[in-house]
């Protein structure tokens, strides 16, 4: 028997006109959804008049899960995986069932989107011909701190996520750990209140107020060079 087919389905960061019309015909086609929250990805098949069945998939239960989802792709069964938002596996649930997959010879399919690390990078202005995602930021200072130490050394475009109620005390510690570097603070990116601030770090941190709402993604460039931008 011919085995399905693991389509990993980017879906929208904010903004759904940035679904792909490709992406609506997969989730249309596939016989099972694997969503990291049913309920939230529910909204977005409806809005898209997609009936296909759902399951849940997310970092509680996918080890457990995995195995189901891939006997349904042994027995044929095309599975669309999503996540929350953005591209599966990046941050979010998803590597375990695209590894199980591999090692079992099912077919794996990308099916590209939007990400907010390559949103941010896009309009960020600072040079990207290298740039390293190292996911969320550590939540406690001293890993942070240990962090930020380790990001000294050379010239270097460095891709964070971070908590908004953390982002002002982060970047207090990126000025006193790494200096006045140049800075790029994506938030809310894609939807109604989207907001790009770029600067040194000191510029930003007296634009930044105590409380702030939303995602936040957040750019460090480790390098004194000739960028030049204010902080709007």
Do not use: C
Request: no cysteine; net charge negative; glycine share 10%.
């Amino acid at each position: 028997m011919k085995t399905g087919t693991l389509f990993v389905v980017a879906t929208p960061i904010g903004n759904l006109e940035d679904m792909t019309i490709r992406a609506v015909r997969v989730l249309k086609e596939a016989g099972l959804i694997a969503a990291e929250d049913t309920r939230h990805t529910k909204k977005l098949l409806v809005h898209f008049g997609i009936d296909t069945p759902l399951t849940s998939y997310h970092e509680h239960n996918e080890r457990e899960k995995a195995g189901s989802i891939v006997d349904k792709l042994l027995s044929g069964t095309d599975v669309a995986l999503v996540s929350d938002a953005g591209t599966p596996g990046i941050s979010d649930p998803g590597y375990r069932l695209v590894g199980l997959a591999v090692e079992k010879g099912i077919r794996i399919v990308p099916v590209p989107g939007a990400s907010a690390i390559i949103s941010l990078v896009s309009v960020s202005g600072l040079p990207t011909d290298e740039f390293t995602f190292k996911g969320f930021l550590p939540s406690k200072e001293g890993e942070l701190k240990r962090l930020l130490q380790g990001l000294k050394g050379g010239a270097a475009t460095w891709i964070f996520y971070e908590s908004p109620r953390r982002l002002r005390r982060s970047l207090e510690l990126v000025l006193e750990t790494l200096g006045d570097i140049h800075v790029v603070i994506g938030r809310e990116l894609t939807k109604l209140h989207e907001e790009i601030m770029r600067g040194k770090a000191s510029e930003l941190l007296g634009h930044i107020p105590e409380e702030i709402k939303g995602e936040v993604t957040l750019i460090l460039r480790t390098e004194e060079e000739s960028v030049s931008f204010d902080y709007r």
